[in-house]
């Protein structure tokens, strides 16, 4: 897999019939290892050991139901009263982050509402608080710590 602009760590993967896997300590199993989750795995540990998160406040593959549509966030923060605060999607290191990487997460806002936003393809990272309706949103210069939220 492609070096990141993240922390290396100590992955676990595996290989079963002829196909990688590796283990997401979030849902406790093993995943299939494509690109993104490479960069999703990378960025969780990075934001557990290095920006203070707690393990037990983060998930991976959030269902969100938007009318009929069915969607899945890549990894939410929630607070101590499951209130959410962050959303972060990860894209893979070949997929540039644009409009429409931005469009996806701010429609995932609509419905949960975030301090928040996050977006990686493990090469580039963007933080910014979504705006009000009619303002700017205010990008941050970093990932912030988990008691900066």
């Not at 196909?19 to 989750?37: C, H, N």
């Not at 920006?51 to 406040?57: I, K, S």
């Not at 009263?81 to 893979?92: F, G, N, Q, T, V």
Request: aromatic letters at 10%; charged letters at 20%.
């Amino acid at each position: 897999m492609q070096q990141l602009n993240l922390p290396a760590f100590d992955a676990r993967v595996k290989e079963t019939g002829g196909k990688a896997s590796i283990y997401d300590p979030l849902r406790r199993r093993y995943v299939a290892l494509t690109p993104e989750e490479w960069v999703r795995q990378h960025f969780v540990h990075f934001l557990i050991a290095f920006r203070r998160y707690p393990a037990t406040l983060l998930a991976n593959e959030v269902t969100l139901r938007i009318g009929e549509k069915t969607l899945r966030a890549d990894t939410v923060l929630v607070d101590k009263h499951l209130r959410p605060r962050m959303i972060i999607e990860y894209k893979a290191p070949s997929v540039n982050i644009n409009e429409r990487v931005l469009q996806q997460i701010t429609a995932y806002n609509t419905l949960l509402h975030v301090d928040c936003l996050v977006v990686s393809n493990g090469l580039t990272h963007l933080a910014w608080r979504p705006a009000e309706p009619g303002q700017t949103p205010v990008f941050l210069p970093d990932i912030p710590f988990y008691e900066a939220l």
